[in-house]
């Protein structure tokens, strides 16, 4: 067996979770530099910070966390002092270029995350600028790459796609993030951590070792899978990007969440006769509804859902019992309290959510995991971690990335601001980064 490719870091995922950590372990530090609006706001921190000219990666986390500061939040505050964005220097940390730290970022498909795969025409649920990185501000790529845009509006897919795909060339990590390669198994090893690979739709095997693991492979990592017969037909499909993608008039979605409402609307708009079957009640759909009045698709499947057509069929409490093949199309097998019925569709979407995977952590002491639920109708196990550093409870030296870390949001804008914390906990460890205590005032 050959020796397995050893780095001290190894990432696992590529999304808006496991790239920024990418850029900052690869070098980019970030310094304390204040803003009108930042100082204004929270006087306090810049007290405490203004005195902190080191990085601010030598934070000692433990002592803000003491404070009542959560590492993530004071990252957030400082890049995002105000909701809204006015300017750069409103931002209130700069980067430096440092030695990068030899690390590795492992993902199974291009950087991005799961926004490579959502519906090519979805609108973000928030403003394009709370996807950002600290590091690289929308308002700076746009301005770098000739793009006019207000980063203050929700963004659609492909810019925030080339966003993310920009970066390992413009902060020179590309040679140090293997895509298209699936983690299928990390084990403990007496270096720390033994990861194996396979190159996606491939034979192709390579393994790596690791001093320390942070695992960003966020919630869709296993697609949720409809537990009917017929459930594998060809004409039953697990990704919804576009109308013109399925052909026929005739078409059901399944789901009930964001996802699901979005393909419901998109297609109908687009002349087709849809089928809406959830398994939720009226009354648990119709609250994300009413609260999401801010996203134009949501305006959208109101109107709809007021407006009776004859190509708008919506079922709630209703599950499926079994799909048929019927020519190149099928029928649909519904079952609702005290009534079945049938439906002949062309074709099938599922929208129904995937979960994140720990089931490829093998021999370790069992992970520690709860549950969490946010406004926005997401859903996620997340591991359980130390507030100050968002490092495994269980195993030291593992780190879940972004909102896989426990009491995190679900959103880039949430858990952003872990990125520095981890990193900064490796930096410390290794004695790269020296730790400074907050000098209290
Ligand atoms: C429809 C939808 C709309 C959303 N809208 C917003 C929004 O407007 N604003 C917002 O902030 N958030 C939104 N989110 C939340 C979204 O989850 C985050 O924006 C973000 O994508 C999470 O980043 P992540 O890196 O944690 O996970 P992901 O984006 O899922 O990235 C994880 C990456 O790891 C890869 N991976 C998984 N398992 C493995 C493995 N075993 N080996 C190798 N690679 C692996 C995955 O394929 C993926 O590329 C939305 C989510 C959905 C589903």
């Not at 002949?344 to 002491?365: N, S, T």
Request: with cysteine; proline share 6%.
């Amino acid at each position: 067996m050959t020796t397995p490719e050893h780095h001290k870091v190894a990432i696992v995922g590529g999304g808006p979770a496991g790239l920024p950590l990418a850029v900052i372990l690869g070098g980019q530090w970030p310094v304390y530099r204040g803003s009108a609006l930042f100082e204004e706001r929270y006087a306090q921190l810049h007290h405490l910070l203004e005195r902190h000219s080191e990085t601010l990666l030598g934070l000692d986390f433990r002592e803000l966390c003491n404070l009542g500061i959560a590492p993530a939040d004071l990252f957030q505050l400082l890049h995002h002092p105000g909701k809204k964005f006015r300017s750069l220097d409103q931002i209130a940390y700069t980067f430096q270029d440092r030695e990068p730290l030899d690390y590795i970022l492992i993902t199974r498909e291009e950087v991005g995350g799961l926004w490579n795969n959502v519906p090519r025409n979805l609108l973000t649920l928030s403003p394009g600028q709370w996807m950002e990185f600290g590091f690289y501000p929308l308002r700076q790529w746009a301005d770098e790459n000739g793009i006019d845009f207000d980063v203050n509006d929700l963004i659609i897919k492909h810019r925030l796609v080339e966003y993310y795909h920009s970066i390992p060339e413009r902060f020179g990590q590309s040679n140090r993030i293997r895509t298209h390669e699936n983690v299928e198994r990390i084990e403990p090893h007496d270096r720390g951590f033994l990861i194996s690979t396979r190159r996606v739709g491939s034979e192709q095997t390579f393994s790596y070792t690791s001093e320390y693991l942070v695992y960003a492979v966020g919630q869709r990592c296993i697609l949720r899978q409809l537990d009917a017969p017929g459930a594998d037909l060809p004409f039953v499909r697990s990704r919804y990007d576009r109308p013109e993608d399925i052909p026929g008039q005739r078409v059901m979605i399944v789901g009930g969440g964001r996802s699901a409402d979005w393909a419901a609307t998109e297609l109908f708009d687009a002349g087709r006769d849809v089928t809406y079957v959830q398994r939720q009640p009226e009354a648990r759909h119709v609250p994300l509804i009413n609260d999401s009045f801010h996203l134009p698709y949501y305006r959208r499947i109101a109107e709809i859902m007021r407006t009776p057509s004859d190509r708008w069929h919506l079922h709630y409490e209703t599950e499926i019992e079994r799909i048929d093949a019927i020519g190149k199309g099928g029928r649909v097998q519904l079952r609702s309290p005290g009534e079945s019925r049938s439906v002949d569709v062309d074709h099938v979407v599922l929208e129904i959510g995937g979960i994140a995977d720990y089931g490829i952590f093998k021999g370790f002491p069992e992970l520690s995991l709860v549950d969490k639920y946010d406004d926005y109708r997401f859903q996620v196990r997340q591991m359980r971690t130390h507030p100050h550093n968002y490092e495994s409870i269980d195993v030291p030296n593992l780190y879940p990335g972004g909102y896989l870390a426990e009491g995190i949001g679900l959103v880039v804008y949430a858990m952003h601001g872990t990125t520095y914390a981890i990193a900064g906990d490796i930096l410390q460890k290794e004695g790269i980064v020296k730790k400074v205590g907050l000098e209290r005032g």
